[in-house]
């Protein structure tokens, strides 16, 4: 059990030790009080900044105290641990990280509504033309029903970063909402993609709108991807396995989630993956419905192999 005076002691100390640092180049601590982010603000050497709430911090923004700030230097900025998300969305609300590369977010659990305000605070921080990397999960498992399943949007709100690299999105117990043009849009707009994670904990929020043909010509407008892991939906095979394929030689890991009970013609399906996406060995998945598949798969990459390790 935590002493709430200790704690507010605590993190008190800690902000006048780092009232007396003017040249911080990295830190990682506690939340803290606006009165330190100020601070922070005005340090030009900062160039990383982790914030570790330890899911116990207790809140420690005053309302009354804020105002908008400007990190002008800051590269690398994360949120781990986080217990109480509305103090990291007030920030992110009204500060600006021109120079920011990578961002991190961690929570034990974050509503939907909490989820939204974040996605439209980081595209509103002025990182669209630097921000490479995104890392954002929500891994606390609470059931809320059926009636009241939730569908985030943040895909929308990530289309200004034209530099992204990464973007990996985890939650448990949320789907985002993915079709074909929303995932053709987002990758006309990030060309420089390499990785690609949306994924979920529970089978029944991987339902999608994205279809193989649509995941195809999606993927063809990114040459450098490597890593792609989303829901898909292959109730109904929309691609030819006899028409001519337009591969994408650098995707090699695949992980593709599906809501189906089992892969209905994993014959047909592995043979069109073969074809347009030549490097990819198997589909990832502890789940045993792509068994079937990957062995298909296997044996079509046997007998082509001396033909596909030129390309991969």
Not at 75 to 80: D, I, K
Not at 175 to 193: G, K
Request: charged fraction near 20%; aromatic fraction near 8%; proline fraction near 4%.
């Amino acid at each position: 059990m935590y002493d709430d005076d200790s704690t507010a002691n605590e993190l008190s100390l800690l902000s006048d030790r780092i009232h007396w640092c003017t040249r911080l180049v990295t830190l990682s601590c506690p939340m803290v009080d606006w009165a330190t982010w100020k601070h922070l603000s005005h340090l030009p050497t900062l160039l990383t900044l982790g914030i570790d709430q330890g899911y116990y911090d207790p809140s420690s923004l005053s309302n009354q105290d804020i105002v908008n700030l400007s990190f002008l230097n800051i590269t690398s900025l994360s949120f781990l641990h986080v217990c109480n998300a509305a103090d990291i969305i007030t920030v992110m609300q009204h500060s600006q990280f021109p120079s920011l590369k990578e961002f991190e977010f961690e929570a034990n659990y974050l509503s939907s509504e909490e989820a939204e305000q974040l996605f439209h605070a980081l595209s509103h921080c002025n990182a669209c033309r630097t921000l490479e990397e995104i890392f954002i999960s929500s891994l606390e498992v609470r059931f809320v029903g059926p009636q009241n399943h939730e569908f985030l949007t943040p895909i929308p709100h990530f289309l200004c970063f034209t530099q992204l690299r990464t973007l990996q999105l985890k939650f448990s117990h949320s789907s985002i909402y993915l079709d074909n043009n929303m995932l053709l849009q987002a990758m006309s707009s990030w060309p420089h993609i390499r990785t690609l994670e949306i994924n979920y904990l529970d089978d029944h929020l991987s339902s999608s709108e994205v279809s193989l043909r649509g995941l195809f010509a999606a993927v063809s407008l990114c040459p450098q991807l490597h890593t792609l892991r989303v829901p898909i939906n292959i109730a109904a095979i929309d691609v030819d396995p006899d028409s001519e394929p337009i591969q994408h030689t650098s995707l090699r890991s695949l992980e593709l989630e599906t809501s189906e009970t089992e892969i209905a013609d994993a014959e047909t399906l592995a043979r069109i993956i073969s074809g347009w996406l030549p490097c990819v060995d198997q589909v990832l998945s502890i789940d045993k419905r792509w068994d079937k598949f990957n062995k298909h798969l296997k044996s079509l990459r046997a007998a082509t192999a001396p033909y596909v390790a030129g390309a991969c």
